[in-house]
């Protein structure tokens, strides 16, 4: 079924090359196609992106195919205007259709086109299940950060990704998505916050396949407490091997390594008690590295070898 579908999908892009007008064909190249989130169910719509190699003088007609529009439902077509470089579009699904891989295309007139896959009504993996969403602390001074976790009932063999929403996204930031390790059984990630001016009660909702999970945050009016204290106990770099250890006066802290230029490396496990360490490996020696907290302290060093 999803191969007759690609190829349905590939023999009506090729016919609609072919009636594209020939004054068209001066219309920017496709780079890219992307869809966030990639996974949906129960008939839940989501976004699909394209991103032009360049932006073009004049507007861009960039055709859209779904590879089973039983399943997944897009717009003939979107106009990208001349100088802009992305367009957005809704792709819905539907509740009633078997679990499926689908393909999403999208091509501009130059022959060029770019394929994204949407997993629609994907299955829920017997074993383990997401069990909760909790934050430390509860209740936040608005502009200050909490640390979020995701917890499911065992370890989960082969990992898992949650996503994750806020009803109020305009005062309370949550990534897309927080990734559960393999043979692990809880995530963390960052909660981010402005100021209020009343106390407001947020909803974030934790989602993975069937499963969801909620719990609410409280935000108040105030001034932010004061950085955590962040400080590097141990930072080592041997035959390709990155050691760190650091501590933070906030044991609920999520604290992230850094190279000397900026580039994120990895988080640090939390061993409890305000001590986190991890290692991984890094064929050449990054030289110095800091470590931030998501609660505004930090540090560096110098890598010992």
């Known amino acids: 079924m999803r191969r007759l579908g690609f190829l349905l999908s590939m023999a009506i892009l090729g016919a609609l090359f072919i009636a594209f007008p020939t004054s068209a064909m001066a219309s920017g190249s496709i780079g890219a196609l992307s869809i966030n989130p990639d996974s949906v169910r129960d008939g839940q719509s989501t976004t699909g992106t394209v991103d032009l190699g360049f932006a073009d003088p004049a507007p861009t007609v960039v055709r859209l195919f779904s590879g ?21 579009f809704t792709i819905t699904s539907n509740a009633a259709a078997a679990p499926e891989i689908v393909q999403i295309l999208g091509a501009t007139p130059d022959n060029i086109s770019r394929a994204h896959l949407l997993s629609v009504n994907p299955a829920t993996p017997a074993g383990p299940s997401l069990s909760s969403v909790s934050f430390v602390p509860t ?53 981010a916050t402005s100021a209020v001016s009343t106390a407001t009660s947020v909803t974030i909702t934790a989602s993975w396949f069937g499963v969801t ?24 770099w041997k035959r390709g091997l990155l050691t760190i250890e650091a501590t933070s006066t906030n ?3 999520i604290l992230s390594v850094f190279s000397a230029s900026g580039s994120f490396l990895f988080d640090l496990t939390n061993k409890g008690g305000g001590r986190f360490a991890d290692q991984r490996g890094f064929v050449t020696n990054p030289v110095q590295i800091s470590v931030r907290s998501n609660f505004g302290g930090s540090a560096s060093a110098v890598l010992k070898s």
């Not at 039983?70 to 992305?86: D, E, F, K, N």
């Not at 609410?216 to 932010?224: E, M, N, Q, S, Y």
């Open 68 to 88: 089973d529009p039983s399943a997944a439902q897009v717009p003939v077509s979107i106009t990208i205007p001349a100088g802009q470089t992305t367009g957005s």
């Open 139 to 191: 209740s936040v001074v608005g502009g200050q950060n909490a640390t979020g976790t995701v917890r499911f009932t065992a370890a989960m063999t082969q990992g898992a990704v949650v996503q994750l929403s806020s009803s109020q996204p305009a005062i309370a930031r949550v990534p897309q998505e927080t990734v559960v390790g393999a043979n692990t059984s809880t995530s963390t990630f960052n909660l």
């Open 213 to 236: 999970r909620t719990t609410t945050i409280t935000l108040t009016p105030g001034a932010p407490p004061a950085a955590d204290v962040v400080r590097i106990t141990k930072a080592t």
């Open 251 to 253: 044991p609920n802290a």
